[in-house]
């Protein structure tokens, strides 16, 4: 696996998709500075808060859709000529975007802290180090989604259906409902962490949106949305016909 994973590095060097996991994050911060400039304790706030609620699921859409489209302008050959199943190539694709996301989020935190602290920010650095990680985690589901969708329909439906799955998350995330819609639990546990609401407002003291016990569940939950969304994205792949 981790030579799957590193050979998908070797392929995406110099490629777009290395230059927009940097790329977005910055367009975040910069958008943040626009934004916020003159106004106290609000850089790292709207920084965090443009990245998880839009820039983020758009460039994991962005960046799945490019690696599909890699594939298929070479015909597939790794899959066709490679001694391993279709399904552990797949996989490591998957870990590779993950191991992408990652590093997106610690670029958004590195700036957005080291900004905060130039410019004021309420953002707790030890709960925004902890963002980085809990975002990671529940936003891998949307990996094999948009894999998927890229593969079968193209790019217009996955951004399409990429911008309906983040203004329901934003919608639901504030509610008692959070939980039933994947799409939510990452803007929905965040909250405590960052102390910022899915609008891009700072939480208040005694805010029930503050509760931290959110976070354990929702981990789990979009855990499960990512295995499940990873087993039926790689059985799909290993019986369709490769063309």
């Keep these: 696996m981790i030579n799957i994973i590193k050979a ?3 392929k995406s060097k110099r490629t777009m998709s ?5 790329a977005f994050p910055i367009i ?4 943040a500075f626009v934004l ?3 106004i106290e304790n609000a850089y790292a706030e709207s920084a ?3 990245w998880y609620v839009f ?3 758009g460039m994991i859409a962005i960046v799945s859709y490019l690696s599909v489209m890699r594939e298929k302008k070479n015909g597939y050959y790794n899959i066709k000529t490679l001694p391993m199943e279709k399904r552990k190539l797949m996989l490591g694709k998957i870990a590779y975007l993950g191991i992408l996301v990652l590093i997106s989020n610690v670029v958004l935190f590195a700036g957005a802290t080291m900004g905060g602290a130039f410019l004021t920010t309420s953002v707790p650095v030890i709960g925004a180090a902890i963002t980085v990680v809990v975002l990671t985690i529940t936003v891998l589901w949307q990996i094999p989604l948009f894999l998927f969708l890229s593969e079968k329909f193209g790019m217009v439906v996955e951004l399409l259906a990429c911008l309906f799955i983040t203004v329901l998350g934003v919608s639901v995330a504030p509610s ?3 939980f039933l819609f994947v799409s939510a639990i990452s803007n929905r546990i965040v909250t405590p962490l960052l102390h910022i609401l899915p609008n891009g407002l700072r939480t208040q003291a005694e805010d029930p949106l503050l509760s931290t016990t959110v976070i354990f569940p929702g981990i789990l939950i979009a855990l499960a949305h990512f295995v499940v969304l990873t087993y039926l994205y790689l059985n799909w792949f ?3 016909e490769v063309k």
Excluded: D, H
């Excluded at 290395?18 to 940097?22: D, E, G, T, V």
């Excluded at 975040?28 to 958008?31: C, D, E, F, I, Y």
């Design 238 to 240: 290993e019986k369709r």
């Design 48 to 50: 965090w808060n443009w």
């Design 176 to 178: 008692g409902k959070w």
């Design 18 to 22: 290395s230059k927009l996991i940097f």
């Design 55 to 57: 820039i983020l699921p």
């Design 28 to 31: 975040a911060l910069v958008m």
């Design 8 to 10: 998908e590095f070797l």
């Design 36 to 38: 916020t400039n003159g």
